[in-house]
């Protein structure tokens, strides 16, 4: 396994849709079991392929216990039903200095395939549910920047120019 690197915002492949996964091979084991120590390493509790540099539809996550690690690694997941609102303050490994607080869903059911190719589906609440809705969004090319009220995202844009953000 190796450690990867994060590409962080303004990276072109942030802001890009992913391509769905049509087979599942060593190559994409790999990958998954690559971010997962990355992941781990950095340490985040979520990371998504375009983090990385690949615009594939696999996320990796672990928003468990840290002493209970449950990693989870789901390939072209989906949220297929949602319910609630909750907002929590978030980070990214791919915005770092950065924190802010992002409105989500309070619980989601996803559909994804595992790395042996099982179709499974997970219903997920509360912190567990919010990692995932940050995770897929990467997905999407949406950074949780792209959620915040417009003042506090041009607080952080000149910070970014600035170079004025704590990247620790």
Excluded: W
């Excluded at 802001?15 to 390493?41: C, F, P, Q, V």
């Excluded at 940050?134 to 000149?158: A, C, N, P, T, V």
């Amino acid at each position: 396994m190796s450690i990867l690197n994060i590409d962080v915002y303004p990276a072109p492949v942030l802001k890009r849709k992913t391509e769905k996964i049509l087979n599942i091979d060593d190559g994409i084991r790999r990958l998954a079991e690559d971010m997962l120590e990355t992941m781990y390493k950095a340490p985040g509790v979520g990371l998504a392929a375009p983090q990385v540099g690949q615009a594939l539809s696999l996320v990796v996550a672990d928003p468990g216990e840290k002493d209970k690690p449950t990693p989870l690694i789901l390939i072209n997941p989906e949220i297929t039903a949602y319910e609630g609102r909750t907002g929590i303050t978030e980070g990214c490994l791919s915005v770092p200095g950065y924190t802010a607080e992002v409105v989500r869903h309070q619980k989601i059911i996803v559909r994804a395939y595992t790395l042996d190719e099982k179709e499974i589906e997970l219903t997920l609440e509360d912190f567990p549910a919010i990692v995932l809705q940050h995770e897929l969004d990467h997905l999407q090319g949406i950074l949780f920047i792209d959620r915040i009220s417009r003042l506090k995202r041009s607080i952080y844009d000149r910070k970014f120019r600035k170079g004025t953000l704590d990247q620790s």
